[in-house]
């Protein structure tokens, strides 16, 4: 009797069309978009956008979700007017020597010193607010690159086994904005080809009825498949290491959250560091504690292999550039 053939090895171009990792992806998006909060360079932010653009036209794969890069880049441009609009009408603490236009100014109590509406729109404030909306603008650009190329679910699931229920709630709220502009570009085609109007308030309303009711739709049916796969069961562990596991994270985000402000002090930067470290160190510990209650397993989990360390050095290294 012949032996069973073994599965076949997987080529090299076979791997290169697998996903990279999910968790890759939101390092490498979240490094950029620290990187944006250290500079108001007009250049360098724009050098971010376009390198974050690229990598979504180039890698995000066709599903819905990917889809909702459009939507951030539509919300960086509308903090940007925003921005300028409250600069030009509320006016802007640079001083400037170059006025553009003067607007008619309103006169405040005394109460509101330091506010006005009105008066003298200066080429310096405009750019300075500019330069500050552009920073946001920035940041906002790179989380919408995160969605669009990270799969939430494959995020889910590759997730540590204490942050599992916390996990599903954000992936619920991240997944509900890509769903939710796939359905509302659906029902305006469909009211196109009808020859409807899906423009104005009208259009709005007959539009935004059946997308409320498509999502509590799907709300309901999530909640039918969370309850048939024994979501939120535990196992039972003892109280010592229950009381040690809070321990360990509530000191461990108590570290981190005194070693970043000591990074970003000039007075902290002897102890930032370590303290920094110490408390990612003890957060670790305690998620790893935690997982021990979750009784679930993975199928098939996703591998952090080398392009998943390649894109996420390459973030981490813009952002250490930008720091240093």
């Known amino acids: 009797m012949s032996a069973p053939a073994s599965a076949p090895t997987p080529t090299p171009h076979q791997r290169r069309r697998e996903p990279v990792h999910p968790g890759a992806w939101w390092l490498w998006a979240l490094a950029l978009g620290t990187a944006a909060t250290r500079t108001t360079n007009p250049l360098l932010l724009a050098l971010l956008i376009t390198v974050s653009a690229y990598v979504v036209i180039t890698r995000r794969p066709h599903a819905p979700w990917s889809r909702s890069y459009g939507a951030f880049v539509k919300l960086a441009l509308a903090v940007l007017v925003i921005r300028l609009l409250?600069?030009?009408?509320?006016?802007?603490?640079?001083?400037?020597?170059?006025?553009?236009?003067t607007l008619p100014e309103v006169p405040l109590?005394?109460?509101?010193?330091?506010?006005r509406l009105g008066g003298r729109v200066t080429a310096e404030g405009l750019t300075f607010a500019l330069y500050d909306a552009m920073k946001l603008a920035t940041l906002l650009i790179c989380v919408g690159a995160a969605n669009?190329?990270?799969?939430?679910?494959r995020l889910l699931k590759s997730l540590p086994g204490a942050l599992y229920e916390m996990?599903?709630?954000?992936?619920?709220?991240?997944?509900?904005a890509p769903h939710l502009i796939a359905d509302v570009q659906r029902l305006r085609a469909a009211r196109r080809l009808r020859?409807?109007?899906?423009?104005?308030?009208r259009g709005l309303l007959q539009v935004g009825l059946p997308v409320?009711?498509?999502a509590l739709e799907r709300s309901v049916a999530l909640a039918a498949a969370m309850d048939a796969r024994g979501y939120g069961r535990t196992a039972q562990v003892p109280a010592r290491v229950r009381r040690t596991t809070?321990?360990?994270?509530?000191g461990g985000l108590l570290g981190v959250c005194a070693g970043t402000y000591g990074?970003?002090?000039?007075?902290?930067g002897t102890y930032g560091i370590p303290v920094l470290l110490a408390g990612v160190a003890a957060a670790v510990a305690g998620l790893w504690l935690g997982g021990r209650r979750t009784v679930r397993t993975r199928y098939r989990p996703d591998r952090w292999d080398a392009r998943a360390w390649l894109v996420t050095a390459s973030g981490v290294a813009v952002a250490a550039a930008l720091f240093l």
């Open 263 to 268: 990074l970003l002090t000039a007075a902290g």
């Open 246 to 250: 809070a321990a360990l994270t509530l």
């Open 195 to 201: 020859g409807r109007p899906d423009r104005g308030l």
């Open 167 to 176: 996990g599903v709630a954000v992936v619920v709220a991240l997944t509900f």
């Open 109 to 115: 109590p005394a109460w509101a010193q330091g506010i």
């Open 148 to 153: 669009a190329l990270a799969n939430p679910s």
């Open 86 to 101: 409250f600069t030009t009408i509320l006016g802007s603490p640079i001083p400037g020597t170059h006025t553009l236009l």
């Open 212 to 214: 409320l009711e498509g």
